[in-house]
């Protein structure tokens, strides 16, 4: 999991609710990702974030919001609006935008009922 | 459309046994392959990276390859242990314009190690 948390590592909310998952990194890389991770399915990325007070929406984005206020953190928004939210979600580093190197953290299962 | 499938999507071997997991892909700009080992409830480690110049790259006792021209990666196990127990994820990267570099992810093979 390199130098990268998640927390919490399970967390149950009620429909309706907005929940935010922590996402921490202490590998001084620039990018951040955000990925959601579905039983049969590849892994779908939500946003990213390439520097600082910066981030672009990725193939899922509807129903989430991200901030990027410091370099090392990135945390997610599940909003109401994300009509399925119960998944395992993913949080990515790597040094630059254009590097090879994903490095992932331990992820959260976010149960919604 | 990028996309890469993997098969099997499940299998089951026993210790000590080699096994062969298969990757194809159509992705374009094609800018590497790689392969992560992803634990129940955990995050996808790397096992291996090979650019479009590269056909094999072990790793221990997994060995990738890779032809360009196919479209296809291979992840071969040797002498399979009850810790290789595992998703196996294959992931191609395109390099679009601007530099950044975007991962499309397979659904992965779940692999049972059996004594």
């Known amino acids: 999991d390199g130098g990268i948390t998640q927390s919490p590592k399970y967390l149950f909310r009620k429909e309706g609710q907005n929940v935010t998952l922590s996402c921490e990194q202490n590998l001084n890389h620039d990018a951040m990702y955000w990925y959601r991770q579905d039983p049969g399915q590849g892994l779908r990325l939500i946003y990213y974030s390439q520097i600082v007070n910066d981030f672009q929406k990725g193939d899922i984005a509807e129903g989430y919001s991200v901030s990027r206020e410091k370099k090392e953190s990135f945390p997610l928004t599940v909003t109401s609006a994300q009509k399925n939210p119960t998944a395992f979600y993913l949080c990515?580093?790597?040094?630059?935008?254009?590097?090879?190197?994903?490095?992932f953290g331990p992820g959260t299962r976010l149960t919604v009922t | 459309k990028n996309q890469v499938e993997q098969s099997p999507q499940s299998l089951i071997i026993l210790e000590g046994k080699n096994c062969t997991l298969q990757?194809?892909?159509?992705?374009?700009?094609?800018?590497?392959l790689r392969w992560y080992k992803q634990d129940t409830g955990r995050g996808p480690v790397s096992l291996t990276i090979?650019?479009?110049?590269?056909n094999t790259k072990s790793n221990g006792r997994y060995t990738a390859t890779l032809d360009a021209d196919t479209k296809q990666s291979s992840l071969h196990i040797t002498a399979s242990q009850l810790s290789d127990s595992a998703s196996y994820i294959c992931v191609v990267s395109a390099m679009f314009s601007g530099g950044y570099n975007k991962l499309i992810f397979g659904a992965g093979t779940r692999l049972a190690v059996h004594p």
């Open positions: 090979m650019t479009f110049s590269e």
């Open positions: 990515a580093s790597s040094l630059d935008p254009n590097s090879y190197e994903q490095y």
């Open positions: 990757c194809n892909y159509t992705v374009s700009p094609f800018s590497n």
